[in-house]
C-alpha cells in the first residue's frame, strides 16, 4: 500500500461481515479469467500499446548528478530543432503546492536543485522518438554539483549533506541530523523487564539494499488535452483515480477535467501506485494541443520511478530455555531517497506482528538520501523486518536447540492477542499456517551435504480503501459490472466469481470491466492487497442490491410483499408456503421485462470497508551452497498462507508463488548499487538480475483458510504477505547449509565466500 | 532524415514500410505496423518480452534493426491462432493461469512454441533454461512451467 497516501493502517477491525452459510458454488472454482485470450493472443492493450491521430513523442531529460543546484537550463536550441513542437520545465507545473502534493511535483520534475541521479530536469514533444531525444542533447543545463549521500547509515551521521533543511516532521527526537525527518515509536511492556527474564538474549545488526519491484512493462501514457482545457489520459497505474487527483493538483486544474482510463498493466507491485511521467505528458499535451504519448525506458525506470527502501536495522531478543519469547526490541532505520515517507513506521509495526510479546518496542527512522523517491513494494516495508526478526528467531533456536517451528508455535498471534502495533487481533491464521507447514512432507524431507532448510513467517496488514462498483443487469439477464481496480493479476475473473455466486448466474454471464474515472465514484489504488477483498465485497454488495430490486420485481408481480420472496439459483421463489403458490421467476424473466416493470435493474456500492483482515504466512526453503562458488541453489520452496477464501484459487497461488520469486531475488541477487559519484551503476536487467526460470524450483504452495470476520465470504488480501518471509526464510536455509549466518542482503556469491573464509579462519 | 523501404512477410501476410534507420524491428511491428503484441520491457536484449521469429529463429526484436527485416518472414503472436482456435499452449497458458498481469506471455508464447519446435517432450529443467531469457516478475514460473509441459504432451498425442 502507498504510504504517501498518509492513511491510517489498522489491523484489529471488529467490522463484522462475515454471513456465509453453506457451500460455495462458484467461489474456490478455478475457470478460465475473462480476459484470458486477449492476453494470450496480443490483443489486451497495455499502456504502450495506445496511439492517437497527430501524435507527439516526448522524451525526458534527466540529472546525471546525485545532488547538484540548478543555475540555468537553456531550451532555445532544442526548441529550434525541426519536429520540436514543445520543451517543458519545472515552470509549466502548478505552483504553490505542499506536503505530498509538492513532493510529487518535486520529484516528478526538478524545482531548484537536482536531487539524485535520474531527476527529471526538462521534457520535450517532437513528431518522432528520435527528435525528441535528440533534441534532448540540445537542452543546456548549468548545474553546481553539491555533495551527495545515498547510504542511510551515512545519512544520518553529523557532517552528512543536508538534502532539505527543515523537511522533519515534529516528534524527530532531539539532535538527530536533518536528513532524519519523521519518527515512529510504539509497543507495550517493560522490554529491559522482560529481557531479564530470558535465558538467552541476542541482539544483531541488519541490512538490507534497496530493490525495484521489476515490473515488466516500464511506465508509460498518451496525454491530451484541448484548448478548452479538458484533458484524457490513458496510462498504466495501479489507481487511476489517484492519477487523475494528483495531475489535477500538478497542473494546477480540477480533477473533473482529466478522464484517465487505465491501460491493462503490465505489473506494479506497488511501483505503479503514483505518478512519474504523466503529469509530464499532460503539461507537453497542453503546450502542445496534440496528444503525446510518454514511455519511459528500462534505464529510466531503475533511475527515477520508486524503488523501495533500504535498512539499516537492530533487533534484540530474549527467549527462555522452553522457546518463550520473553521481550523484542527493534531499530528500524530506512531512507527513503530525496523525499519523506520511506515506510519505517510500517517495518516497526510488522516487525514482531507475529508474536504474542508481553515486553515489545519499536523504533522507526525515516531518512532522506540522493536516491529516488521510494515507492512501495509489496507488503511495504514489511520484508525487511522480517528479515532481520526471523532471523534472530532462528539464532535464538539453534542456540537453544529448539525446533524453528514448535517456538514459533508457541509464540505465535492468535485471536485475542494484543498485537505488537497495538490493536488486538481478531481471528487470525498465524498457527494455522505454522500446523499446516510443521505437517508437509517438505518440513521432515531429508537434506544432503551443504544443503540447508530455513523457515520464516511473515505478516502484512491488508488494507480496505474507497471503492465504488457498479453491477448493471442486462435485458437478458446478464450482468455488467464496472470496477475501478485495475486487474493486476487476474482480479477480473474473482469479480465474475463473487457476482455469479450472489447472483447464482453462470460466471461466464457475467462481464466485468475496469471503468474509467469519468464513470465511476472514487477508487482507491489497487495496493494493500485490497482488490479481492474490497472490490470483491463492493462486487457481492452491489449483487445483493441488485438483487433486492429483482426481489422488489418478483413480489410486485406476485402482489405479495418482497420479504415473502427469496433469492434462490437465480430467481425469485416464494419464500415458504405461506408466500403463495407462484412459480419462481428467473433472473432472465424478470430483466427481459424491466422496462416495463419499473426501469433499468442496476446495484451499486459506494463505501470505504474497514475489515481487511491481516494475513499471515510460513514459509519453508531448502538451500544449497556452493562452497567453491559462494552460489546458493534454491532446491525447494513451500508458501503456506492464510488466504481467508481463495476465490479463484489458482490466482491465489500465483500469489504466493509471485511473492517467494521476489522475495527470493531480493535474498540473493538484487539490489541497487551506487557509485562513489551517486549515480546508479546498474539500471538495467542484465545487471540488476531478478529471478529467471532457471534460477527457481517450482514452488509449493499450501493454502489456508481462516475466515476474515471484515468479509462476507471471508476473503483476506493475498497479494503481499508472500514477500515478507522469503528473505529470513533463504537467509535461515544459508545459514544451517553452511553454519554461517549473513546479516546484509543480498547474500551474493562474493559475500557468501568472504563468510565462508572468514569461517574458515576464525575456526583454523 | 532519410528512410528505408523494407518489404517482408509477417504471420504470412506481405508488408512493406519506410522506417528510421535507427528504429528497431520491435519499433516497426508496434509503430508501423500496429501489431502491438510483442512489448518492450528493457529494449536491451534482457528480458524476452518482444521475442518473435525471425526467419525461423527465435529472436528479440528489439535487437533487429527493421532494416534488416529485408525479405524476412517474421511471426508474432498475433499469428499464433489459428483463426479462432487458439494454440494449445494459448489455451494451457490460460487454463493453468500461467500469467498474472501478462506482458510477459506473448514473449513466453513464442519462446515456448520454438522450444516445442525442437524437442516436442521437454522436460523441467530444459524449459527453463530455454525460458531463462524470459523474465516473468509475476508468477514465479511455476504455472508456465506446467502449462508447457501440459500443452507438449497435448501436441504429442495430436500429432
Ligand atoms: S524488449 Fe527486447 S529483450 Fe526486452
Ligand atoms: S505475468 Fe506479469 S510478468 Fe509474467
Redesign the interface.
Known amino acids: 500500500m502507498a504510504l504517501d497516501e498518509g492513511k491510517d493502517v489498522k489491523g484489529g477491525h471488529d467490522a463484522r461481515e462475515y454471513d456465509h452459510e453453506g457451500e460455495f458454488r462458484h467461489v474456490g472454482t ?1 475457470p ?2 475473462p ?3 486477449d ?8 499502456g ?2 495506445a ?1 492517437a491521430p497527430g501524435m507527439l513523442h516526448a522524451a525526458i531529460l534527466r540529472s546525471p548528478h546525485a545532488h547538484a543546484r540548478i543555475l540555468k537550463i537553456d531550451t532555445s536550441r532544442a526548441e529550434a530543432l525541426e519536429g520540436v513542437k514543445a520543451v517543458v520545465t519545472r515552470a509549466d507545473f502548478a505552483s504553490g503546492l505542499e506536503g505530498e502534493d509538492w513532493n510529487i511535483l518535486e520529484n516528478i520534475m526538478a524545482g531548484e536543485k537536482a536531487l539524485y541521479d535520474g531527476h527529471a530536469i526538462a521534457a520535450v514533444a517532437a513528431t ?3 527528435i525528441a531525444r535528440d533534441a534532448l542533447e540540445l537542452i543546456e543545463v548549468e548545474y553546481e554539483i553539491l555533495p551527495h549521500v545515498t547510504d542511510v547509515d551515512e545519512a544520518m551521521q553529523p557532517g552528512a549533506p543536508v538534502i532539505r533543511e527543515g523537511a522533519a516532521e515534529p516528534g524527530v527526537p532531539e539532535g538527530m541530523h536533518p536528513n532524519v525527518v519523521r519518527y515512529h515509536e510504539s509497543g507495550h511492556g517493560d522490554v529491559e523487564a522482560g529481557f531479564a527474564e530470558a535465558d538467552l538474549v541476542i541482539e544483531r545488526h541488519f541490512t538490507t539494499e534497496a530493490t525495484h ?6 511506465h508509460a501514457c498518451l496525454a491530451q488535452m484541448g484548448p478548452d482545457g479538458r484533458g484524457e489520459l490513458w496510462c498504466t497505474t495501479q489507481g487511476h483515480w489517484n492519477v487523475q487527483k494528483l495531475c489535477a493538483k500538478l497542473l494546477g486544474v480540477e480533477a473533473s477535467a482529466i478522464r484517465v482510463t487505465a491501460s ?6 506497488g511501483g505503479k501506485t503514483t505518478v512519474f511521467i504523466e503529469p509530464v505528458a499532460m503539461a507537453l499535451a497542453r503546450k502542445t494541443g496534440r496528444p503525446v504519448k510518454l ?1 519511459m ?2 534505464e529510466e525506470v531503475f533511475r527515477a520511478s520508486g524503488p523501495t527502501s533500504s535498512a539499516s536495522m537492530d533487533v534484540r531478543i530474549g527467549m527462555k530455555k522452553d522457546g518463550t519469547m520473553t521481550a523484542a526490541e527493534g531499530t528500524f532505520r530506512l531512507q527513503g531517497g530525496a523525499f519523506p515517507y520511506a515506510p519505517m513506521e510500517f517495518t516497526a509495526m510488522c516487525a514482531f506482528a507475529c508474536y504474542d510479546l508481553k515486553h515489545v518496542r519499536q523504533r522507526g527512522f525515516d531518512v532522506m538520501t540522493n536516491r529516488p523517491k521510494q515507492a512501495a513494494y509489496r507488503a511495504p516495508g514489511s520484508p525487511m523486518a522480517a528479515f532481520a526478526v526471523e532471523s534472530v528467531v532462528d539464532e535464538l533456536c539453534q542456540k537453544l536447540g529448539l525446533d524453528p517451528i514448535e517456538v514459533r508455535l508457541k509464540n505465535a498471534a492468535r485471536e485475542g492477542t494484543r498485537a505488537s502495533y497495538g490493536p488486538t487481533y481478531p481471528r487470525i491464521g498465524l498457527v494455522e499456517t505454522l500446523e499446516a507447514a510443521r505437517a508437509h512432507p517438505h518440513y521432515c524431507a531429508p537434506l544432503g551435504p551443504n544443503q540447508g532448510r530455513g523457515v520464516s513467517c511473515g505478516f502484512w496488514f491488508n488494507f480496505g480503501g474507497e471503492t465504488s462498483v457498479t453491477l448493471a443487469l442486462s435485458m437478458d439477464g446478464t450482468a455488467q459490472i464496472a470496477v475501478g481496480t485495475p486487474d ?3 482480479s477480473r475473473a474473482s469479480m465474475a466469481l463473487m457476482a455469479a455466486e450472489e447472483l447464482g448466474i453462470p460466471y461466464e454471464d457475467v462481464r466485468v470491466t475496469i471503468a474509467d474515472t469519468a464513470s465511476l465514484g472514487y477508487n482507491e489504488i489497487s495496493h494493500g492487497s485490497r482488490v479481492t477483498y474490497a472490490s470483491g465485497l463492493a462486487v457481492i454488495k452491489a449483487a445483493r442490491d441488485a438483487k433486492r430490486k429483482l426481489i422488489a420485481r418478483a413480489a410486485d408481480k406476485w402482489g405479495i410483499d418482497p420479504e415473502a420472496v427469496e433469492w434462490r439459483d437465480g430467481a425469485a421463489h416464494p419464500a415458504g408456503e405461506n408466500a403463495g403458490d407462484f412459480e419462481p421467476l428467473s433472473i432472465k424473466e424478470i430483466c427481459a421485462e424491466m422496462g416495463a416493470t419499473g426501469g433499468p435493474i442496476a446495484g451499486h456500492y459506494e463505501a470505504t470497508p474497514e475489515g481487511a483482515g491481516v494475513s499471515f504466512a510460513t514459509h519453508i526453503v531448502d538451500a544449497e551452497l556452493d562452497p567453491e562458488t559462494g552460489k546458493t541453489t534454491i532446491l525447494r520452496y513451500t508458501v503456506v498462507q492464510d488466504a481467508g477464501k481463495a476465490v ?1 484459487p ?2 491465489v ?3 504466493f ?2 511473492g ?3 522475495g527470493i531475488g531480493w535474498a540473493l541477487n538484487e539490489e541497487y548499487i551506487y557509485g562513489e559519484d551517486g549515480r546508479l551503476q546498474n539500471p ?3 545487471d540488476y538480475r ?5 534460477d ?1 524450483p ?2 509449493d504452495t499450501v493454502i489456508v483458510e481462516v475466515p476474515n470476520p471484515g468479509h462476507p465470504y471471508g476473503v483476506r488480501g493475498v497479494g503481499e504477505t508472500s514477500i515478507c518471509p522469503p528473505l529470513a526464510a533463504v537467509a535461515n536455509a544459508v545459514s544451517n547449509a553452511a553454519g554461517l549466518r549473513l546479516r546484509q542482503l543480498p547474500m551474493r556469491p562474493a559475500r557468501i565466500l568472504e563468510a565462508l573464509e572468514a569461517k574458515a579462519d576464525g575456526e583454523g | ?1 532519410s528512410m528505408v523501404h523494407v518489404s517482408a512477410r509477417v504471420n504470412g501476410d506481405a508488408v512493406e514500410f519506410l522506417c ?1 534507420s ?1 528504429e528497431t524491428l520491435l ?1 516497426v511491428l ?2 508501423r505496423l ?11 536484449g ?2 524476452g ?1 518482444c521475442s518473435v521469429i525471425f526467419n525461423g529463429r527465435l529472436v528479440a526484436s528489439c535487437l533487429v534493426l527493421g532494416a534488416e527485416a529485408e525479405g524476412a518472414e517474421i511471426e ?3 499469428g ?2 489459428d483463426g479462432e482456435k ?1 494454440h494449445p499452449l ?1 489455451q494451457k ?5 500461467a ?8 514473449g513466453i ?1 513464442i519462446a515456448a512454441r520454438a522450444l516445442l519446435a525442437k524437442n516436442p517432450d521437454p522436460n ?2 530444459e ?3 530455454w ?15 506446467r502449462a508447457i509441459q501440459d500443452a507438449a504432451a497435448e501436441m504429442r498425442e495430436e500429432a
Open positions: 478455478r478460465d479469467r480476459d484470458g485470450v492476453k494470450v493472443t496480443g490483443r489486451a492493450r497495455f504502450a500499446d496511439y518522432s522518438k528520435f519491484q521489476g515490473y515488466i512493462e516500464p491493462e498493466i503490465g505489473g506494479g507491485f514511455v525506458s528500462r493486476i493479476g487476474g479463484h489458482s490466482y497461488e500465483g500469489q508463488q509471485g517467494a520469486a521476489q538495467g536487467f542484465l531478478i529471478p529467471v526460470a532457471s527457481l517450482m514452488i | 532524415m528510421d535507427r519499433d508496434r509503430d500496429a501489431l502491438t503484441g510483442a512489448k518492450e520491457g528493457c529494449g536491451t534482457d528480458c518480452a508474432t503472436v498475433e499464433m491462432a487458439l494459448q497458458i490460460i487454463e493453468h493461469a500469467l498474472q498481469c501478462g506482458i510477459c506471455t506473448p508464447l523441467e529443467k524449459i527453463r533454461y525460458l531463462a531469457g524470459n523474465l516473468c516478475r509475476c508468477t514465479g514460473y511455476d504455472k508456465i512451467i
